[in-house]
């Protein structure tokens, strides 16, 4: 069963701003990878994932397993940019899910061209953030995988991702904590405002005397 909603209460188990290297990520082709850091083609400062060659089957893997007991919650940020020799419109950029390294058992969540997918990604030169839940229905546990496939444009370097998170509905987030104050439980509260009203009385009555 697929469906198009976020799951706020559950917590990240993969997240990637690009900020930094690709230690979280493995490449098919290690010794010459398809995959890269790139500068933000229109975010002056900001790093994104990008693609020096096309693929089929997944260019670039995310090191972490996940195994859910429920259901996964993919987001991320695409760009498609034209007129960089590919075809309008079939860029080729894309985000899903692999039970194995290279693509195997395969489950692509958006894409932009012919495949299609359950997120038709937008080529049209601005960034656009998208956000998928679902079941995997290829097996577990899974690695995210993303690509510029080689069926679109069949050319690399137009199609970038940014802040992917990979949420899993099986693990909780985190209760935030604000700051050190104990909440009083309900039953307590009447006792406290007493002591706050008392404790209000004698420092009128001390600053009169």
């Known amino acids: 069963m697929l469906a198009a909603s976020p799951m706020a209460n559950a917590s990240p188990v993969f997240s990637a701003d690009f900020e930094g290297n690709l230690s979280g990520w493995f490449?098919?082709?290690?010794?010459?990878?398809?995959?890269?850091?790139?500068?933000?083609?229109?975010r002056a400062g900001n790093h994104v994932l990008g693609f020096k060659a096309v693929m089929g089957s997944g260019s670039i893997f995310s090191n972490t397993q996940v195994t859910s007991t429920g259901t996964y919650t993919l987001s991320f940020d695409y760009l498609g940019l034209p007129g960089r020799g590919g075809n309008a419109g079939d860029l080729g950029g894309y985000i899903g899910i692999s039970v194995g390294g290279n693509g195997s058992s395969q489950y692509w969540v958006g894409g932009t061209g012919a495949f299609s997918t359950p997120l038709d990604l937008v080529d049209d030169g601005q960034w656009h953030s998208y956000t998928y839940t679902f079941n995997s229905p290829i097996g577990k546990p899974i690695r995210l995988m993303a690509e510029?496939?080689?069926?679109?444009?069949?050319?690399?370097?137009?199609a970038f991702f940014d802040n992917i998170i990979l949420r899993d509905s099986s693990v909780a987030a985190p209760i935030l904590k604000l700051g050190t104050v104990n909440v009083p439980e309900p039953e307590t509260l009447p006792l406290v405002g007493l002591a706050l009203a008392v404790l209000g009385f004698s420092r009128r009555k001390t600053k009169r005397a």
């Open 27 to 42: 490449d098919r082709n290690p010794t010459n990878p398809d995959a890269a850091i790139f500068a933000d083609p229109l």
């Open 148 to 158: 510029d496939w080689d069926g679109s444009g069949r050319v690399a370097g137009d």
